[in-house]
């Protein structure tokens, strides 16, 4: 392990707010899943604050207590294997001006389907980064439930160089959110059903200034009048049309039904 890995294990300045969140409009995702598609299972969340844009200047993320069962050390890997109900945690990581941000270190650590941590051993502990795209990936199961505590996933993250934000993540309509102490509905994972498992997403913001993304101009002539389709992985630069207009892509990404152009104008430009 690298010594930024050996050393991300504790907060710079405990008790200092080290990490601004800003959430972010989920057009502004670049190839994220979306919450809900049309005609799948309906999400399981429930009503949530609109996000503002990434780059509003407030809306700082809350950092929340690392608790008493953190370990250094865990192993590199995404999957977090155990018994319970298979759940997906996924999205991206950005930076106060909505550039995605690669090599972010993520931490997470959770429960068993008993609420029983692994002190002893690495179970349902790991690390990650993020990859070019600012992107993230975990497989792992839903938390239990142990007294005193709403469901939750406890993760750090650090950006090369920065410091750590250490947080937890919640999910929708669970009853003990609302008697938890330590509870922030601003920390709340969309959430819907897939089959007999989970699917759940979260984007973070960290407190790393930068220059917002522009669109490079295309470096060939555009592909014109080809229809927009779901399913498709477009490039910057690709233009389309939809509904009877022309629209330039902004940033690559695969479609999904309900990223039509009109409703994703992080993605998708109108010319």
């Not at 999400?43 to 809306?59: E, F, I, N």
């Not at 931490?107 to 002190?119: I, L, P, R, V």
Request: charge should be neutral.
């Amino acid at each position: 392990m690298d010594d930024r890995e050996d050393h991300v294990t504790s907060d710079a300045e405990p008790g200092r707010t080290l990490i601004s969140r800003k959430t972010l409009l989920k057009a502004a995702l670049v190839g994220a899943p979306l919450p809900f598609l049309a005609g799948q299972a309906p999400t399981l969340a429930q009503s949530l604050v609109p996000t503002p844009a990434c780059d509003d200047g407030d809306d700082p993320t809350p950092p929340q207590t690392e608790g008493p069962y953190f370990k250094p050390n865990s192993p590199r890997r995404s999957t977090l294997p155990g018994q319970g109900t298979p759940l997906t945690v996924s999205g991206y990581v950005f930076g106060l001006a909505c550039q995605p941000l690669a090599n972010v270190l993520l931490d997470f650590w959770q429960a068993d389907a008993n609420g029983q941590y692994d002190n002893v051993g690495y179970n349902l502990r790991g690390h990650q980064f993020t990859d070019a795209n600012g992107a993230y990936h975990l497989t792992t199961i839903v938390p239990g439930l142990y007294p005193g505590r709403t469901r939750h996933i406890h993760v750090k993250l650090q950006a090369p160089n920065r410091p750590v934000l250490t947080t937890q993540l919640y999910f929708p309509g669970e009853p003990r959110n609302s008697t938890d102490s330590i509870f922030n509905p601003a920390l709340v994972m969309t959430v819907r059903t897939n089959g007999s498992g989970r699917e759940a997403t979260f984007d973070f913001v960290l407190n790393v200034p930068g220059t917002p993304p522009t669109s490079p101009p295309p470096t060939s002539p555009p592909p014109g009048g080809t229809t927009w389709q779901a399913g498709r992985a477009y490039q910057a630069g690709e233009q389309v049309t939809y509904g009877g207009a022309t629209y330039r892509c902004l940033q690559a990404h695969t479609s999904q039904v309900g990223w039509e152009p009109p409703n994703v104008p992080a993605l998708w430009q109108r010319m």
